[in-house]
């Protein structure tokens, strides 16, 4: 997160000379298409229907119905497909203002404006993102009860559904560009997804919700969870992980195009794009899937015991969670690096306003 912090201030700093007011600011949202029945929450969780035109900032939050479809279309020149039964939250949206970014325009930017921090929480079924290349200082995650997803310019399909009481399942896709994904009971770091692949990861469950913010209903909860921080809970998380990266099937490239072309504003040629790389695409039946990561659950391991044969006393483990604080995503660290990255262009901008008190004309 300090490198987050570090970078995103230069990049702002670098960008004072030009813009002698520039500050990060609050992104903006604008509802595109919208196809069947869809609901918006503000923050103090007020519901109305989810409109085209709408323009809504951080902190909205997006449930779609069983045959519904919603295009979010954000000022950093990103598209943001909810697909049916969905539940998706703006958490943090924040960007430096730039004369490029034009309100009703923002599907027209070749690439993005200026640094952004996107942060977008899925805590129920699946999105399909379609984002231009990101400035190097920008970050755009996905976050999900089970792991997060780093994108860059690229499209790609996050979903999660949950399995059972305690455990979730995040499938990630990536179609074009680079994604990452990190599950965060495995401990063992971002995996890369490439273009053509997809990840798929079962693990335990934890709790999407800030710290001091009740859950969204529908949104997987942990014992404990809401007093903790973001992505962990108070206790260990039971159960196996596992982890398998495969091909995207012909069917699944083709539904994304599909799904782009029916439900977005987003030009024809994009669409095309990916129905072409579908074709190109293996079929269902020939795709075997490479195990990742399969740690043992908890229940395999053997019963230590000691000399006399009697069981021993079980060791004292610590149990794996969540970062709290990464450069893939984070609640209350990344509304930590905002705020400390706006005081310092602010203080910066006031700086450079101040009349000169000893004038040399």
Do not use: H, W
Request: hydrophobic fraction near 35%.
């Amino acid at each position: 997160m300090n490198t987050l912090f570090r970078s995103l201030t230069l990049a702002v700093l670098a960008l004072l000379p030009a813009v002698a007011s520039a500050a990060l600011q609050n992104g903006k949202v604008q509802v595109g298409m919208v196809k069947g029945t869809a609901t918006l929450f503000d923050p103090a969780a007020k519901q109305s229907a989810l409109a085209s035109g709408r323009v809504f900032e951080q902190g909205y939050r997006v449930e779609t119905s069983a045959a519904s479809t919603a295009e979010l279309i954000l000022s950093n020149g990103s598209t943001l497909i909810v697909n049916p039964d969905s539940q998706v939250e703006v958490r943090t949206f924040r960007q430096v203002v730039s004369e490029l970014i034009i309100d009703g325009e923002y599907q027209k930017l070749e690439k993005e404006p200026s640094p952004s921090v996107t942060e977008i929480v899925v805590t129920r079924g699946k999105v399909i993102g379609e984002v231009r290349k990101l400035n190097p200082q920008s970050s755009y995650v996905i976050k999900t009860p089970v792991g997060v997803a780093r994108i860059r310019g690229t499209i790609y399909t996050v979903q999660y559904s949950t399995v059972g009481a305690n455990a979730g399942k995040l499938v990630v896709g990536c179609v074009k560009g680079s994604v990452e994904a990190t599950v965060y009971s495995a401990n063992s770091g971002p995996v890369s997804v490439e273009p053509g692949k997809q990840i798929s990861a079962t693990a335990p469950a934890q709790s999407t919700a800030a710290a001091g913010e009740a859950p969204a209903p529908g949104a997987t909860t942990q014992p404990g969870a809401e007093t903790t921080q973001p992505g962990v809970s108070d206790a260990a998380p039971t159960g196996s992980v596992t982890i398998s990266l495969a091909d995207m099937d012909k069917a699944t490239i083709s539904a994304v195009g599909a799904t782009i072309a029916a439900s977005t504003s987003l030009p024809a040629a994009i669409s095309q794009g990916v129905e072409a790389q579908a074709q190109l695409a293996p079929s269902a039946d020939q795709i075997t899937p490479v195990n990742v990561s399969t740690p043992k659950s908890t229940g395999s391991d053997p019963v230590a015991t000691n000399a006399d044969g009697t069981p021993a006393a079980p060791k004292a483990t610590t149990p794996p969670t969540a970062p709290a604080s990464t450069s893939t995503g984070g609640g209350n660290a990344l509304d930590a690096t905002i705020n400390k990255i706006t005081d310092t262009v602010q203080k910066v901008v006031e700086k450079q306003q101040q009349p000169n008190p000893s004038p040399t004309n």
